[in-house]
């Protein structure tokens, strides 16, 4: 059983800054990929940002020189640290990871429990 936990949530004004994190435990063999995804009332679900295990990122254009994603291996964690915040920046953020469990031959893709960002004046 694998399980990702996030925490971090909130309500910030435009322009503040709020740091997520999500844990991955249980019968992990390796983790691939990390990232973050949003999804906004009444909107599809966008890739935020990613990480590979040696560090390399990806962002989506809206939010790059704003948020950081950075991860501890030896934790198994991710981290996304969102400055300059922006209303259009609310929605609930979802922690991703391609695992592989002990004993299985496949990868496979999980999700944290999704977590509220509101930015509001």
């Known amino acids: 059983q694998v399980q990702l936990v996030e925490f971090g949530g909130g309500l910030v004004q435009p322009g503040g800054s709020l740091r997520l994190s999500c844990a991955a435990s249980g019968n992990i063999f390796r983790i691939n990929t990390m990232g973050w995804y949003r999804q906004a009332p009444g909107k599809e679900r966008e890739m935020v940002a990613t990480i590979t295990r040696d560090g390399s990122t990806n962002y989506v254009d809206s939010v790059k020189g704003r948020f950081t994603i950075s991860r501890d291996n030896a934790k198994n964690t991710v981290d996304l640290q969102m400055n300059s915040l922006k209303p259009e920046d609310t929605a609930v953020y979802y922690c991703?990871?391609?695992?592989?469990?002990?004993?299985?031959?496949?990868?496979?893709?999980?999700w944290g429990q999704g977590t509220q960002v509101t930015v509001s004046s």
């Open positions: 991703n990871a391609l695992i592989v469990r002990q004993w299985s031959a496949y990868w496979h893709d999980y």
